[in-house]
């Protein structure tokens, strides 16, 4: 079961939502805020990638690590490891000691940097979640699509709670024809695309 979620990892999402929850309405400034995917995005995001085929797992945008904490599920599942990309030292720092406590820190490597430095070396990707600054979205999926595997997933966070921004982005997957694309209406809105 995906969802028989050990206690060290519960324990570490429910501490990240309080957190979060907080951030929302104490005046945090933004680039402070934790900015999570809600609860019902991760679960999808698991299931999703748990069926993604072999290959590497990557995120764009780690945070304190939440939506990595999915992720880790599915990794346990299907025995790969996640890369994540974080470009702010101080939060790269806070996903380290989640990922530990929550004891997946085997699972997991944290690299610290704008993401659009690395990709292009991230070959044979599987499942790649993309949840950075939306300016970013673009250059990241044009660095990731040439490396999916056949049938290998991209997955935009924020595609219908920032439509008008991210609207050159979804014209992209919509009308390219290396992948199958579709937004779905989970959480903040899902652009999935899957390589053909
Ligand atoms: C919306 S938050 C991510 C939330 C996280 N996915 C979660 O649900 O727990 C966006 C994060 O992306 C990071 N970020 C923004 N631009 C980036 C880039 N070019 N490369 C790597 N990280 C970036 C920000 O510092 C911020 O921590």
Do not use: W
Request: with cysteine; charged share 30%.
């Amino acid at each position: 079961m995906l969802f028989d979620i050990p206690e060290e990892i519960r324990k570490q999402m429910h501490r990240l939502e309080a957190i979060d929850a907080a951030d929302r309405v104490d005046g945090t400034p933004r680039s402070v805020r934790l900015r999570q995917i809600p609860p019902e995005t991760g679960r999808f995001l698991t299931i999703v990638a748990a069926g993604a085929p072999k290959g590497a797992f990557i995120e764009v945008g780690t945070s304190a690590g939440y939506s990595s904490l999915y992720l880790a599920l599915a990794c346990r599942e299907v025995g790969v490891r996640l890369t994540t990309f974080e470009v702010l030292e101080e939060k790269a720092r806070m996903a380290r000691d989640t990922f530990r406590l929550a004891g997946v820190d085997d699972l997991i490597d944290v690299v610290v940097g704008d993401a659009r430095d690395h990709l292009a070396g991230c070959r044979d990707i599987a499942f790649c979640f993309l949840d950075a600054e939306k300016d970013v979205y673009l250059d990241c999926y044009n660095l990731v699509v040439p490396n999916l595997v056949r049938g290998g997933l991209l997955v935009a966070d924020n595609a219908i709670s920032h439509a008008e921004e991210l609207k050159p982005l979804i014209d992209r997957a919509m009308s390219d024809p290396r992948v199958d694309a579709v937004v779905v209406p989970v959480g903040k809105g899902e652009l999935i695309c899957r390589r053909c």
